[in-house]
């Protein structure tokens, strides 16, 4: 489809690597690529009028865990480990069905705000590559490790399987999810850093949210962070 965005009062964008505003201009787009900025009289394109409107480049969100848009004001206002073990309650009768609709919910809030991208954590990682496809979105997102909920073993066969789904697709680039350093033991962490070289996938893990965690890594493994 070839789209015209008619009368942009404003275009944020790069020139030469400079940041340049642009000022009541007309971007025509074809087959997903911009192929024109100015003023621009030419047929053949679906029109759509951007008088009063700000043209910017798609933001990116770098961290979410999608379907949890269904668990909103749930529990709030909890320490982090006890919040944790609540939602690990709940979240381990989620279905597929509703994983997808918590997914979705996110992705037509991501877009409603011009977020084009996003790096998610949750269970059943094809649930929402597939609810990111359908809406066009960028998705980076792959299996999680979480000793608490699931054998690492099942967690690496669902993601090699999930890369050799999503490995080639133009919008899902799988990564390794590994929950945190306390909700995994230190054979998981080896178990990710080696699928990660093997993969050649990057991993995502939460690190240093709280005192406790800091001295509790300190305590554990004689360092406060993780080190491969
Ligand atoms: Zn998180």
Redesign the pocket.
């Known amino acids: 489809m070839d789209y015209l965005l008619k009368n942009c009062d404003f275009v944020l964008t790069w020139i030469n690597d400079e940041p340049k505003v642009l000022r009541n201009v007309d971007i025509a787009i074809s087959d997903g690529l911009i192929t024109g900025v100015g003023t621009i009289t030419m047929g053949g394109f679906e029109k759509i009028d951007c008088s009063g409107h700000v043209v910017i480049p798609g933001l990116v969100n770098a ?3 999608t379907p949890m848009s269904l668990l909103r004001g749930f529990y709030d206002d909890a320490e982090l480990m006890t919040w944790l073990n609540k939602m690990w309650s709940v979240e381990r009768e989620l279905t597929r069905d509703v994983i997808a609709l918590g997914s979705e919910l996110s992705i037509i809030e991501m877009i409603m705000s011009g977020t084009t991208a996003f790096i998610d ?1 949750y269970h059943y990682p094809d649930v929402t590559a597939d609810v990111a496809l359908k809406y066009g979105l960028r998705a980076a997102l792959g299996s999680t490790f979480i000793d608490t909920l699931r054998k690492p073993s099942c967690v690496e066969n669902e993601l090699r399987n999930f890369v050799s789904t999503y490995g080639k697709s133009q919008l899902v680039r799988p990564l390794i999810n590994v929950h945190s350093i306390y909700a995994v033991s230190r054979d998981t962490l080896l178990r990710a850093r080696d699928l990660s070289n093997e993969l050649d996938l990057p991993i995502q893990v ?1 690190v240093s949210e709280t005192r406790d965690e800091v001295y509790e890594s300190k305590r554990r493994y004689g360092m406060f962070q993780w080190s491969t």
Request: charged fraction near 0%; charge should be neutral.
């Open positions: 961290h979410t865990h954590m939460h």
